[in-house]
């Protein structure tokens, strides 16, 4: 059993930064996949980034160059710091854990980009 607690969503302007966290507790953190998704309405939900628990990493072709995945086991968290952003990126963005048939999600939190 997993629980996610997600933070730092927000507006920003094209070009700036945000980091999003991603705070789980109920199990053990490191045995999990860790990655964000997002969700722009009227398309579905896709993956944006994944971190095993060794800390290889995955990014969709959309955020290579820009985004950052990492975790911290010792906080139970993962972040995604989000750079040069665009227009294209908005969408409420979800925070996911995964181990074989297990899987959890946090709440889903607003990122909107725009001048």
């Known amino acids: 059993q997993v629980q996610l607690v997600e933070s730092g969503g927000g507006l920003v302007q094209p070009g700036g930064s945000l980091k999003r966290s991603c705070a789980a507790s109920?199990?053990?953190?490191?045995?999990?996949?860790m990655g964000w998704y997002r969700q722009a309405p009227g398309k579905q939900r896709e993956l944006v980034a994944a971190?095993?628990?060794?800390?290889?990493?995955n990014y969709a072709d959309s955020v290579k160059g820009r985004f950052t995945i990492s975790r911290d086991n010792a906080k139970n968290t993962v972040y995604l710091q989000m750079n040069s952003l665009k227009p294209e990126d908005t969408a409420v963005y979800y925070c996911?854990?995964?181990?074989?048939?297990?899987?959890?999600w946090g709440q889903g939190t607003q990122v909107t980009v725009s001048s």
């Open positions: 971190i095993t628990s060794v800390g290889n990493t």
């Open positions: 996911n854990a995964g181990q074989l048939q297990y899987t959890y």
């Open positions: 109920g199990s053990i953190f490191r045995f999990y996949v």
